[in-house]
């Protein structure tokens, strides 16, 4: 038996959290579903694990713990996304899944895949 029952939300630290959240809003459309004095939550399409964006301090090295996000038609959201002038590595396609990185205003890196 799991002591815990799911993953509740995933948090960020970001440097502005209002700055964040609408950019969150804007280029990828999550809709703001709480705000706290110093963060934010905020739903992401029909997911029910929300992402969580707190200010504060973020260290400049790069984390290894990134979000994980899903997409059916991951060619069109990769062409919005660059449509947008937002930082991207390449699509990749390894086989079993297609997937790319985003990097947000603070550089927090993001992943959206598509597998079927």
Known sequence: MSLVERI????????NVEEASRWYQEVLGFQESFRGENYRI???GKSTVPLTIEEGY???SASSVYPIFYAKDIEQVFDTLKNKDVKL???QHDGDNAFFDV???DGNKLQICYWE
């Open 8 to 15: 509740d939300t995933i948090c960020l630290t970001v440097r």
């Open 42 to 44: 905020l739903t992401i």
């Open 103 to 105: 990097y947000d205003l």
């Open 89 to 91: 590595s390449q699509l």
């Open 58 to 60: 973020r260290n400049s």
